[in-house]
C-alpha cells in the first residue's frame, strides 16, 4: 500500500511538474496582436528576420520623422508582443523622434517557434535583430539603445554584453533570476511551493526545452559586463512579479553609470501609467544624453 502511494504520490508530482513547465513554455495569458503603428499615423516598414535556430521573427521598423539618427532597438514582454509595446512608446518615435525597431520574440505575435523560455532561447532573437540591423539598417548602430519591458528587460541585460554597438539602455522591471522570478510567479498565481513542485517544474523544464542551463539564464550574472554603457532601471513600487528589492539588486550588482527610478504606486507594467508625462519625459532625457 505505502508503494502504491508513493507511486501515486511520484505521478502526481510529475504530471504538476509536466503542466507547469507548459505554463512557462505557453504563457496562459498570451496577447493578441491588437495594436500597429497605423493606429498611430506612424509610417513603418515590415520586417523579417531568421534566428540561428532557423526561426522566422517578425517585426516594425518605424523610421524617424525628423530624420534623427539615434535608434531603439524595442524589446516587449512574457505573452506579450510588438504591438503592446508599441502602444506605451510609440512617443519615441512621434514625439522624440527616433528610429524604432520593435520585434516578436519566438512564439508571440507573428513570429514563428512553439515555445517561450524567457530569456535563454530569446537571447537568440536579440542577437537576430541586431544582425538584422548590422545587414539592412547598418546607420542606425551608430547612435543605438535598447528599451526592454519585463522579460524584454532581462534579455537585454543578457544579451546586451555581446554588442557593444549598444550605447545605452532602459530597462523597466527585469528579474534578477530566472528560478526566482518563475518561483514567484507559480506562488502568486497558482500557489505552487517552490518546494518541491517548482524544483520538478524546473527539471521538467530542463527536459522539454533540451537544454541543461535553459534555467540558468538570469540578468544578474550578466549586467555588470553591460559598463560602461549607461543603464536607467525602472520598477514599480507595487510590483509584486519583479518586486522594487529584485529591481535595487541588480542595480547594485551593475557597474557604473546607472541611475534607478522607482514610480510609487505601480504594478507590473504599469510604471507609464502611474507616471504620466514624467515617463516619457525621464526616458527621453536618457536617452537624448547618452546616444
Known sequence: MLAVVALS???IALGIGWWGAGIILHPPKMSALAVFPEQFGLAYEKVSFQTSDGLTLKGWFLPSPTG????????????????????GTHFLNSACGFNLLYFDNRSHGESGGDITTIGCLEVMDFHAAMAF???????????????????GAAVAAMAVPAHPEVKAVVMESPFTTYRQVTRRWAWNNLRIPYFPLMMIVLWMLRLR???????EYSPIRFISRVAPRPVLFISGAEDRLMPPSDVRALFSA?????????????SHGKCRELAGTDYDRRITEFFARTL
Open 254 to 266: 551593475a557597474r557604473e553609470p546607472k541611475e534607478l527610478w522607482l514610480i510609487p504606486g505601480a
Open 209 to 215: 526545452v533540451g537544454r541543461e542551463d535553459v534555467d
Open 68 to 87: 534623427d539618427g539615434r535608434t531603439l532597438l524595442m524589446c516587449h514582454g512574457w505573452g506579450d508582443n510588438k504591438g503592446e509595446l508599441l502602444s
Open 9 to 11: 504520490l511520484a505521478v
Open 133 to 151: 540591423l548590422r545587414s539592412q539598417k547598418p546607420q542606425c548602430l551608430e547612435r543605438l539603445g535598447v528599451f526592454g519591458l519585463s522579460m
